[in-house]
């Protein structure tokens, strides 16, 4: 019955792959990108793989289809008509397909408990984190801890892609109007624009959001409190339960954009300005880092959380918890900061 479901959402999903391709609306093939994911997420959870099917829910049915949004308010709703030849692409596309249907032909049936992976690894994992963790969560286990190196290179990717966002949206076109020199009437006009265009700006402020629409804007705020209860329901229960860093920065970033959403992305800056997010980025990262030099500096390796406290499976406890909290504040730092850039993008 499991296979039957699977092959049901795997065709899905090829379903939703071609009309993507095929439709010519933008907004269309955004809608299609969450469904993608929605289904991915229910492939990935029927895989037992609880921890990516929440990732991919937060992320690739949440917030991705938000900036996609974002993306298409700069861009307009429908494909630009190309002539050229296709037949290129379509060849590159067919040869590739048929390389991955070929190495397929190679794996170990699903569920085969013969498989390489299931020989040496990940016995290892199951067998040493109840000894030397004593957490039930072997996901969080491995990526925290015995993985804790990799962990701290993707947050440190997560934070370089951020930085690298926020200079790309922060670049505005040159300015070639003439600079009025001092005492000309050049000096007068240009403060009456200015306040013209202030006055414009906050008339759209106002006017931002759906603060008009009451029955989105009521239901909206019922359930931030509730998607932010989660997110740190998720963020200090990833060690008994799917859950950790990524997918509670995923879901409270979810959170904070619903609400700009509803009330206007002015008034979300008003409560967790610019300045805060940049702190988030770099704090969540050095965070992480310094879990790495205290450790050292107590008389272990780097990331050896034992040496955090007297009993080494409550030091390995404290510092779980310590570098989960610094990618969890990383992750709602870049993830808010990238809505932000798009969502201003039209004011520069």
Known sequence: ??????????????????????????????????????????????????????????IGAGISTVLFLGA?????????????????????????????IYA????????????????????WY????????????????????????????????????GIGILFLFSVSPPSRKPIPQPGSKGIQ??????LAKA?????????????HF??????????IPFILLFGLYVQFHGDYGPGGGFQAGAIIAAAIILYALLEGEAQALRVIPQSVLTGLIAGGALLYGAVGIATILLGGNFLDYSVLAADPIAGQHIGIIVIEAGVGITVTGVLLSIFHAFAGRRRI
């Open 1 to 58: 019955m499991t296979v039957l479901f699977g092959v049901f959402l795997l065709t899905l999903m090829v379903i939703t792959a071609l009309a993507m391709v095929h439709t010519k609306h933008l907004f269309v093939a955004v809608v299609l990108s969450g469904i993608f994911s929605l289904l991915m997420a229910a492939n990935f959870f029927l895989l037992d793989a609880a921890d990516v099917a929440l990732t991919e829910a937060a």
């Open 72 to 100: 298409l308010a700069l861009t307009g709703e429908h494909e630009h008509s190309r002539s050229s030849n296709r037949f290129v692409a379509l060849g590159v596309v067919v040869v590739t397909t048929l390389i991955v």
């Open 104 to 123: 397929t032909f190679d794996k170990p049936r699903f569920g085969d408990p013969m498989a390489p992976v299931h020989q040496h690894v990940a016995p």
């Open 126 to 161: 199951f067998d040493t984190t109840r000894e030397a963790i004593d957490i039930p969560n072997v996901v969080t286990a491995v990526l925290a801890s015995f993985r804790g190196y990799d962990t701290l290179g993707e947050v440190f990717v997560v934070f370089t892609a």
């Open 189 to 194: 006009q240009n403060f009456k624009r200015t």
């Open 199 to 211: 006055k414009d700006t906050e008339v759209a402020e106002e006017s931002e959001g759906l603060r």
């Open 214 to 223: 009451l029955i989105p804007r009521v239901v909206g705020r019922l359930l």
